[in-house]
């Protein structure tokens, strides 16, 4: 591993003396290098990521450094290019960052409100993005191609449910069948269309470091970088940071600790939130991305947030119908 980590950062003049596979992370590789001129972290972007979705990616980081987010940036290799192309695969090489980041999203409730706080600074500077920055953007759902894609994905978790009735296959029908479903029968009014803002999309704990006294003092991984409204941003997030697998009272308070910290920032109304929370659930409800890594990449490193992510769609229903 250690020859082929060298071949990839041949153009950063850097002399590999070691190499570790860092295993935090669902879908992409990465690495820490140590070599005689310090240590590095390497990315290495997903498969289906080509170069002008990687040049996005970049363009974001350097956006919000301007901003005075304080994202890691790539470093510029002897091309003056910030990443690399190696078997077919797009690479870039980091600083090695450390501090106190947590995957698991077991954070201090004082750091729970540090990160709240960061996203809001990251939606305020997004606020002034140009549009065409990025290509990437969030689009309303259309329902008959959501349910066109869902009897697509139905008949092949029959097909592999037949054949090995699981207790994964069975959960899987299960959900993919109730979100079609709902897709077909739906009971919501559709709510006030919300303006796309460049995000950082998944700016939850296990992004971030955290330094001593509990502030982020470093944000990475934009990989999913893109134009979308805040409020959907704040209700992904509160729903990956907060509830933990589960919907216990207090991880509720939690919930709405995140969001008064977050509001203290930028303001945000009850009746946007709302909106929020009604475009998470459509999303949620169209989303069938544990399905497609596990029956049709054949990969089971997501498997485990299959009936989380179904428990929180209808964790949200719920409080959307209570709070109309």
Same mark, same amino acid.
């Not at 940071?241 to 945000?268: I, N, Q, S």
């Not at 989380?308 to 119908?321: G, K, S």
């Given at each position: ?19 570790? @596979? ?26 289906? @990521? ?69 996203? +809001?600074?990251?939606?305020? +500077? ?67 269309? @919300? ?130």
């Amino acid at each position: 591993m250690k020859d082929r980590i060298q071949a990839i950062v041949a153009l950063y003049n850097i002399e590999v003396a070691s190499v570790e @596979l860092i295993t935090h992370g669902f879908l992409s590789e990465n690495y820490r290098v140590v070599a005689a001129q310090g240590t590095f972290f390497l990315k290495q972007y997903r498969s289906a @990521l080509d170069a002008a979705r990687v040049s996005d990616i970049h363009k974001s980081k350097n956006f919000f450094a301007a901003a005075g987010i304080p994202a890691v940036l790539p470093i510029v290799n002897s091309r003056g290019e910030t990443f690399t192309e190696f078997d077919g695969k797009f690479y870039a090489l980091f600083p090695f960052i450390t501090g106190r980041t947590f995957p698991d999203q077991h954070c201090s409730a004082a750091e729970l409100r540090a990160l709240a706080q960061m996203l +809001a600074r990251v939606h305020l +500077a997004g606020e002034v993005a140009v549009p065409g920055h990025i290509e990437k953007k969030f689009a309303r759902v259309n329902f008959a191609d959501a349910i066109s894609y869902a009897d697509k994905m139905i008949v092949i978790i029959e097909a592999d449910c037949a054949a090995n009735p699981t207790e994964f296959n069975r959960a899987a029908l299960r959900i993919a069948k109730s979100k079609r479903d709902l897709l077909a029968h739906w009971p919501f009014a559709s709510s006030p269309l @919300l303006q796309n803002i460049l995000v950082h999309y998944d700016l939850h704990a296990g992004n971030v470091f955290f330094d001593d006294a509990g502030a982020v003092k470093a944000v990475f991984d934009f990989e999913l970088t893109q134009f979308e409204p805040a409020a959907f941003d704040v209700v992904r997030t509160m729903t990956i940071t907060c509830f933990d697998y589960g919907t216990a009272p207090e991880k509720w308070a939690r919930a709405w600790d995140f969001l008064a910290a977050y509001r203290a920032v930028r303001p945000m109304s009850d009746e946007e939130f709302r909106a929020g929370v009604l475009e998470f659930v459509i999303y949620r409800t169209k989303s069938f991305w544990v399905e497609e890594e596990h029956y049709l990449k054949g990969s089971t490193r997501v498997d485990r947030f299959l009936e989380w992510d179904d428990l929180a769609r209808a964790m949200w229903i719920q409080w959307y119908n209570n709070n109309l």
